[in-house]
C-alpha cells in the first residue's frame, strides 16, 4: 500500500500535479490513497498514521514544508519516503538526483532503490538535509509562502536583499571540545547542496554520521554579501573568515533575537542545538544515486 500525501494548494496549478500523481500510479498497478494536507502539522500526524498502519512508502508531493513535515513522521519507521518535489530551491531533488518529472519521481517507486539516511535533529525537530540559525534563517522566516510558490528562488534573494539593511546579531557556536567562537550565520549541512543546484559541502556523505558547519566568522552587511556571493560561486571554502568543520554536534546562541531554519522552514528562535542521532530515514532514490564505497 501506498500513501501520497499532498499540499493541494502548494505551487503552480496543484491540482493538476495531483491529477498527473494518481493517473501514474493507477497506470503502474499500485495499490493507494491519496492525503490532503489542511495545515501546519498534517503532514507529520499522517505519515505516522501511515507507517503505523504499515505503509510500505509514502509519498510526499509538495515543496520544503510537506517533505520536511512527511520525513519527520516516517523518522525511525521501516516506511519509505519517496518525493514528487516542488520548490523554489528543489534542494531535496538535487541532493537525491531525482527524475525532473512526476512520472520519473514515481517510476523510482518500481525501478529505484532504498538507501537508509541517519537524520540531524535541531532540538526536538528532525532534518534530512540543512539546518541554519542567524542571517540564513532570518531570510527563511521573513518570506512567506506566497513569495515562494509565485518568485521562486527569486524571493530567497530579494528577501536577503531587504533583510541586510536590518541590524544583524551576532551569534556565539559550540562545537565538542568546548570551543566557543563569534559567528554572524552559521548553516549545518548533512547533503553537499545548499539552495538547489549551489554545492555548500562538496565532501559531506549523506549516508554518513556526521554533518559540516559552515560559519561566517566576520561581522558586517559586506562581510554577509560577499558570504552569500562567494556560496553561490563554491568559492567560500578558501575564505579565511569562514569555517567549515564536520562534525555531530554545535550549540548556537544569541543575546539578541535571532531565527532557526530547519529544510527550508522556520524553527523558532535560539537557542538551538544541532546534533546528530541514530535515527533513520528509508529513502527512494534512483539506482545511480552515489554511494560511498564500502
Given at each position: 500500500m501506498i500513501d501520497v500525501i499532498c499540499n493541494p494548494v502548494a505551487g503552480p496549478r496543484p491540482a493538476g500535479r495531483i491529477d498527473r500523481v494518481r493517473a501514474c500510479l493507477a497506470?503502474?498497478?499500485?495499490?493507494?490513497?491519496?492525503?490532503?494536507?489542511?495545515?501546519?502539522?498534517?503532514?507529520?500526524?499522517?505519515?505516522r498514521e501511515a507507517a503505523h498502519e504499515g505503509a510500505e512508502t509514502v509519498v510526499a508531493v509538495g515543496g520544503d514544508g510537506t517533505i520536511h513535515e512527511v520525513a519527520n513522521g516516517l523518522a525511525g519507521s521501516d516506511t519509505r519516503l519517496a518525493v514528487v518535489p516542488h520548490g523554489t530551491g528543489?534542494?531535496?531533488?538535487?541532493e537525491f538526483s531525482l527524475p525532473a518529472s512526476i512520472e520519473g519521481c514515481l517510476a523510482l517507486l518500481r525501478d529505484g532503490?532504498?538507501?537508509?539516511?541517519?537524520?540531524?535533529?535541531?532540538?526536538?525537530?528532525y532534518f534530512v538535509l540543512l539546518a541554519s540559525a542567524g542571517f540564513d534563517a532570518e531570510v527563511v522566516e521573513r518570506m512567506?509562502?506566497?513569495?515562494?510558490?509565485?518568485?521562486?528562488?527569486?524571493?530567497?534573494?530579494?528577501?536577503g536583499a531587504r533583510h541586510l539593511l536590518r541590524a544583524q546579531p551576532s551569534l556565539w557556536i559550540e562545537l565538542p571540545g568546548r570551543e566557543r567562537l563569534e559567528v554572524q550565520s552559521v548553516?549545518?549541512?548533512?547533503?553537499?547542496?545548499y539552495g538547489g543546484n549551489v554545492t555548500i559541502a562538496p565532501d559531506a556523505n549523506i549516508e554518513g554520521d556526521a554533518f559540516h558547519v559552515v560559519a561566517l566568522l566576520r561581522k558586517g552587511r559586506w562581510a554577509i554579501s560577499m558570504f552569500a556571493l562567494d556560496i553561490l560561486r563554491g568559492k567560500h571554502a578558501d575564505s579565511r573568515h569562514v569555517l567549515i568543520r564536520e562534525t555531530t554536534s554545535v550549540v548556537a546562541r544569541s543575546t539578541i533575537p535571532s531565527a532557526v531554519q530547519v529544510d527550508g522552514e522556520y524553527l523558532g528562535p535560539l537557542?538551538?542545538?544541532?546534533?546528530?542521532?541514530?535515527?533513520r530515514l528509508r529513502i527512494v532514490v534512483p539506482e545511480e544515486f552515489p554511494s560511498p564505497p564500502a
Open positions: 497506470a503502474m498497478g499500485f495499490s493507494f490513497r491519496i492525503r490532503e494536507t489542511g495545515g501546519p502539522g498534517d503532514a507529520v500526524v499522517m505519515a528543489n534542494v531535496f531533488a538535487k532503490r532504498t538507501i537508509s539516511v541517519p537524520l540531524g535533529k535541531a532540538n526536538d525537530r512567506n509562502h506566497r513569495q515562494k510558490n509565485v518568485l521562486g528562488i527569486a524571493a530567497y534573494v530579494l528577501c548553516i549545518v549541512s548533512r547533503g553537499r547542496k537557542p538551538v542545538r544541532f546534533e546528530m542521532t541514530d535515527v
